[in-house]
């Protein structure tokens, strides 16, 4: 005699250990086992349902497959649900024993009992697979039309399953689903609302413009449900059927879209149901939250839409967070297409940032990156600001980075812009990316009314302690080529006074330098700027040349090489100043370009056909610092050209003094096979995208070199 | 569409599991543990809505059982909370008060009631009376 199956949980839920629970199973399983091997008809489907429960609780049960097979095949109706629900928990799609099963399918989907046919209808809609689907499709067809509303309902369903599995066979079934949108049975309807929307995300506008013909039934679905008073059966939270509606309205949704027509007609029920359907319950809220859907989806008349914005305010006001989310995931929506409606719930929207909730706080966030303009973005802005102190650390890097986008589309002016970017790297420097920084940098060297006060700010926030990654790198460059400006006067309005020397400045870099730091990058960034400023600060050289060659022993190669190299340039002092040079403004377009242009203009230099692209591209620059010499000697035209260009940027001053040692130098560095990296990189003007601001790599180096070897080869 | 829904407890036991996409066991016991995961500790004033991989987790609880149920990005995710609800109105006229229980030694039933309630992932019927008297009808079948 055999365990029942209430026995079974009985005695698995007394279980104390896992083991005592495995042992009971186990001895049922065999049990099972023998049940199954012996053919036991009579107590099949006990057994089926005992290892049902088994197969819950995570044992493996495919020895039951078969049975579940058999027991389809049996007659009785209890049997064949049992065997039903086994197939649909222990078998998928993907099995081949599921092709066994087809047959008996076929069968029970032709059974006069309805509830027979229920069972297979609704075995077929939740595992077909593509061959049941083509081989049972016809039966399933015939089904939607039963007199039973019970079939209909389901085999509107399986239908959609059919579809998704076998597409082409789609439009045998628009007939159908157009008969069952007349149907009164409201499960029926729900059944054939989502069958048309599925066969017109199948396919697309040709059955949308089939099914467009009937919004007109589908509008008086919707006005019967709207006007209708209260009705037992299908009635939540004071709706009638809100399901029925909100599938409904979705369909509208779909059939309006693009068409005026269409739209026409269901204008009227959308303002109905938008005004006369009360928010106070949840189910009245889904309702209206798909009207505001459809009313922005289809081509709705101007006054429609402001009901719909207007509803959406009040759910944003609402205190169940539900709502809040579902409104701001709809003014998401809404945002591209009418802008100017969802500005005037800016102050709700930016305080649902600060939400506790995470799901409200990133649809928020969204939506406010979304209506930044050049009209809010300094409030908007300050708002960010606040909320990237207190946020949570997985949210600092997306938002960073939005904050650092929007600054650079929509500051109002320069000033604004650096003070914001600086404020930005010094709470979450560490999530800037390096275009940003790279960004910025451009800006200051294009901003030369704010140098100085720009310089004022970083030093002042580097000589906080441990400044951010991402501040350390614009702070250093920019203290590398403006740090003279330092010292000078002329505060900006309502700006505090630095208190900055020499001493003070190299003291700080010195410091900078031997923090632990993980990256050599900086280190590489802030050998070049000492370097840098040891031709802005004369007096304090000897300190520098001293701060340098205490790295020419460093263990990262970059880092020596740099420190070596750069004491070295201590022994040419008539040409240290011209190498030490300021850097010409970058230029801004390349910010955006990548790294395959550059190469591609730089190629052009030792073109010499094209003169033009070679005056344009960034090489010329790059020559200018260490190539400071006049056209004195005859010199190649383009190469007339490039210097031409020189001499309007920058006055060469310091190398006018000296023309002929430079020469000679320049020679001499050239010819010398270790120096020549050194000078070039040292006066840092070669803008390579990635890092404008350290010296080029060996592979920078070798893009450069053709353009040196038309340089000296000018020269003799 | 339902991709699938749990009925799961407190110490995430998954008392019921139904999915309508095929999906390898090994999968299948992560995404139990996941969604668990997600919903136990959330505060309740927080949204019934979590946004899970490329879906989003609509759940709500019910005592020391959680429904969660599992839907594409832009369905409404209101109407689905209403439905939790109607489905667990549903459980607790046909248990007559249900508890967890009840859903242990009666998981066939409840699978019943869920096949009569939503069929291939879609909503099927919307009336609590038509699914209690259908169900009434099948007892009696047995």
Redesign the interface.
Known sequence: MSLRL?EL?RSV?SCKTAAEERAVIAKECATIRTAFKENDVQYRHRNV?KL??IH?L?YPTHFGQMECLKLIAATT??EK??GY?GL??ML???QEVLMLVTNSLKNDLCHKNQ?IAGLA??AL???ASAEMARDLAPEVEKLMSNSHA?VR??AA??T??IMKKVPELTETFYEAASRLIRDRH??VL??AM?LILDICLTNGPSAIAEFRSKVPDLVRIMKSLVLSGFT???D??GLT????Q??TL?LLRILGQGDATASDQMSDILAQVATNVEGNK??G??VL??CVQTIMGVESIGGLRVLAINILGRFLSNRD??????ALNMLAKVVAVDTQAVQRHRSTIVDCVKD??V??R?RALDLVYALVNASNITTLTKELLEYLMVSDVEFKPDLTNKICALVQRFAPDKRWHIDTLIQVMDQAGGYVKDEQSRALIVLISNAPELQPYTVRRLYSVLTQSHPQRALLIVGVWCLGEYGDMLLLDGLLEDEEPVAATEASVVRLLETLLKEPMEETLIKEMLLTCTVKLSSRFPNSSPQIKAILEQYQGSISLEVQQRACEYSRLFVHEAIRPALLENMPPLNEDLTASGRANISMEGGSVDAPESPVAAATSPIPAAISPSGQVPPTQPASPQLVDLLDMNVVDEPAAPAMNAPAPAVDLLADLLGDGVAPPAPMPAAGTYPPPTSPLSAPSPADWTDISPALHVHSSALD | MIRFIYLQNRQGKTRLAKYYVPLEDSEKRKLEYEVHRLVVNRDPKLTNFLEFRTHKIIYRRYAGLFFSLCVDMNDNELSYLEAIHLFVEILDHFFQNVCELDLVFNFHKVYLIMDEFILGGELQETSKKVILDRLAELDKAE
């Open positions: 209430r949980i839920r349902a049902l429960f819950m995570g109706f209890p649900r049992i629900l649909m928990l998928d799609e993907r509830y209808l609704c809609g939740n595992i019970y309902k389901k369903l399986c959609i399953r409201h499960g729900v059944g989502q037992p059966d299908h939540i939270g059927d809100p399901f029925l909100v599938k979705r949840n189910a809220n889904a939250y798909e967070n539900n709502i809040r989310y579902v506790s909730d799901s409200i990133r």
